[in-house]
């Protein structure tokens, strides 16, 4: 019992501990009893193992006496546990079930790997025509839908799209993208178009040119782009054809006039410009298969069929003269000029078609003096009409 009135062992209180025995132990060997030092460790009772009364480790004196000692034992011959020869274990464990939001995802990480990989081979629409490489286009276009910065531009009069692209340093490609124009389109005095602001937008831009079809006969239409040039009908004059472009000896259409623009994948065809109300003449033998407004951009126009496959439109004139199914002769008076429709001045616009197709019109008029030459002046050895 302790001073305090409590049992010692496990529920001895600290507070029972009395230091005063300890001290009054100290070099007193007998406090110990007779087999102190005489050899007889039995006197101690069972092994210390280095804990107190409540179990606690307590240090002593030499530390490395209470160490583990490391044992060695000679090799023996390895030991075999008999068995059935059966596995204990089961071969089809189940896949452990992922959760759905980790299955989408990979899915979709999936989905963007394949779709990345086929713009990576495969030239994506529209990336030539912007002057931007496939992965440009790719994140421009899909991903942050790039808009491109423009200005605005309000047309004047002697403006054509060449001078408009030269004056603000950028590709005329570039105005047609960002205007939707087609191809021939004309500049319209007035009118707003937007003009990019980077000077290489557009570079290889190229507008689809119309596709302009028959079935081979003759087709008077309501306008210029559905009346078709075929197979001459009963009583129709047609031009002289040796086989050759040449052979149709095709005349100016606009007399004394001055060469302005030529034929290209912007133009479908040439413009020669004389003063506003000069006579515009049909340039050979034919009958007229359209004559009248067109809001493609011509305005007053006329269409002439010369057979052999061969045709022609004159545009932007102020006053026509002839109508649809009349006979007309080389030379002969069709139009007066004018700047209708889509034009910022006074001028004939010529389109020359075969089987309805947009052709370069100095192909029949290079004849020994040059294309402008002949497109400019008329050459009276070829003209049939009599006043």
Same mark, same amino acid.
């Given at each position: 019992?302790?001073?305090?009135?409590?049992?010692?062992?496990?529920?001895?209180?600290?507070?029972?501990?009395?230091?005063?025995?300890?001290?009054?132990?100290? +070099?007193?060997?007998?406090?110990?009893?007779?087999?102190?030092?005489?050899?007889?460790?039995?006197?101690?009772?069972?092994?210390?193992?280095?804990?107190?009364?409540?179990?606690?480790? @307590?240090?002593?004196?030499?530390?490395?006496?209470?160490?583990?000692?490391?044992?060695?034992?000679?090799?023996?011959?390895?030991?075999?546990?008999?068995?059935?020869?059966?596995?204990?274990?089961?071969?089809?464990?189940?896949?452990?079930?992922?959760?759905?939001?980790?299955?989408?995802?990979?899915?979709?990480?999936?989905?963007? %790997?394949?779709?990345? +990989?086929?713009?990576?081979?495969?030239?994506?629409?529209? #990336?030539? #025509?912007?002057?931007?490489?496939?992965?440009?286009?790719?994140?421009?276009?899909?991903?942050?839908?790039?808009?491109?910065?423009?200005?605005?531009?309000?047309? /004047?009069?002697?403006?054509?799209?060449?001078?408009?692209?030269?004056?603000?340093?950028?590709? %005329?490609?570039?105005?047609? &993208?960002?205007?939707?124009?087609?191809?021939?389109?004309?500049?319209?005095?007035? /009118?707003?178009?937007? %003009?990019?602001?980077?000077?290489?937008? +557009?570079?290889?831009?190229?507008?689809?040119?119309?596709?302009? /079809?028959?079935?081979?006969?003759?087709?008077?239409?309501?306008?210029?782009?559905?009346?078709?040039?075929?197979?001459?009908?009963?009583?129709?004059?047609?031009?002289?054809?040796?086989?050759?472009?040449?052979?149709?000896?095709?005349?100016?259409?606009?007399?004394?006039?001055?060469?302005?623009?030529?034929?290209?994948?912007?133009?479908?065809?040439?413009?020669?410009?004389?003063?506003?109300?000069?006579?515009?003449?049909?340039? /050979?033998?034919?009958?007229?298969?359209?004559?009248?407004?067109?809001?493609?951009?011509? +305005?007053?126009?006329?269409?002439?069929?010369?057979?052999?496959?061969?045709? #022609?439109?004159?545009?932007?004139?102020?006053?026509?003269? @002839?109508?649809?199914?009349?006979?007309?002769?080389?030379?002969?008076?069709?139009?007066? &000029?004018?700047?209708?429709?889509?034009?910022?001045?006074?001028?004939?616009?010529?389109?020359?078609?075969?089987?309805?197709?947009?052709?370069?019109?100095?192909?029949?008029?290079?004849?020994?003096?040059?294309?402008?030459?002949?497109?400019?002046?008329?050459?009276?050895?070829?003209?049939?009409?009599?006043?």
């Amino acid at each position: 019992m302790g001073r305090n009135g409590h049992r010692g062992g496990a529920n001895r209180d600290e507070r029972d501990y009395d230091a005063s025995a300890e001290y009054d132990a100290v +070099g007193d060997e007998s406090a110990y009893g007779p087999a102190y030092g005489d050899g007889d460790d039995s006197a101690y009772g069972p092994a210390y193992d280095g804990t107190d009364e409540r179990g606690a480790l @307590v240090p002593l004196g030499d530390e490395s006496a209470n160490l583990p000692a490391v044992q060695r034992r000679e090799a023996g011959p390895p030991v075999i546990i008999p068995g059935t020869g059966v596995s204990m274990g089961n071969p089809f464990i189940a896949r452990r079930e992922r959760p759905l939001t980790m299955r989408l995802a990979m899915i979709t990480l999936a989905i963007c %790997i394949l779709v990345t +990989g086929l713009f990576a081979v495969t030239p994506l629409a529209g #990336a030539d #025509a912007s002057g931007l490489n496939t992965f440009q286009a790719l994140a421009g276009s899909l991903v942050l839908n790039r808009q491109v910065g423009y200005t605005w531009y309000v047309a /004047q009069a002697g403006d054509n799209i060449e001078t408009i692209a030269a004056r603000f340093n950028v590709q %005329i490609g570039g105005i047609m &993208e960002l205007n939707n124009m087609m191809a021939g389109q004309e500049i319209q005095i007035g /009118q707003k178009y937007k %003009i990019p602001q980077d000077p290489f937008y +557009g570079k290889n831009y190229r507008p689809t040119q119309p596709n302009l /079809q028959g079935n081979g006969t003759t087709t008077f239409g309501n306008d210029w782009w559905n009346s078709y040039a075929g197979d001459p009908l009963p009583g129709a004059l047609c031009a002289p054809y040796d086989g050759t472009p040449l052979g149709y000896h095709l005349v100016t259409p606009n007399p004394n006039s001055s060469w302005a623009r030529g034929y290209s994948w912007f133009h479908n065809g040439v413009d020669i410009s004389a003063p506003y109300g000069n006579t515009v003449v049909s340039p /050979q033998d034919g009958q007229v298969l359209f004559a009248g407004w067109t809001n493609t951009g011509f +305005g007053y126009a006329i269409k002439i069929n010369f057979c052999n496959h061969l045709s #022609a439109l004159f545009g932007h004139n102020a006053q026509l003269l @002839v109508k649809a199914g009349d006979i007309v002769h080389a030379g002969q008076p069709i139009a007066l &000029e004018g700047s209708t429709g889509w034009s910022t001045g006074p001028h004939v616009h010529m389109s020359v078609f075969v089987d309805n197709q947009f052709v370069d019109p100095c192909t029949y008029y290079d004849y020994g003096n040059g294309c402008v030459y002949n497109m400019t002046h008329l050459d009276t050895r070829y003209v049939t009409y009599k006043k």
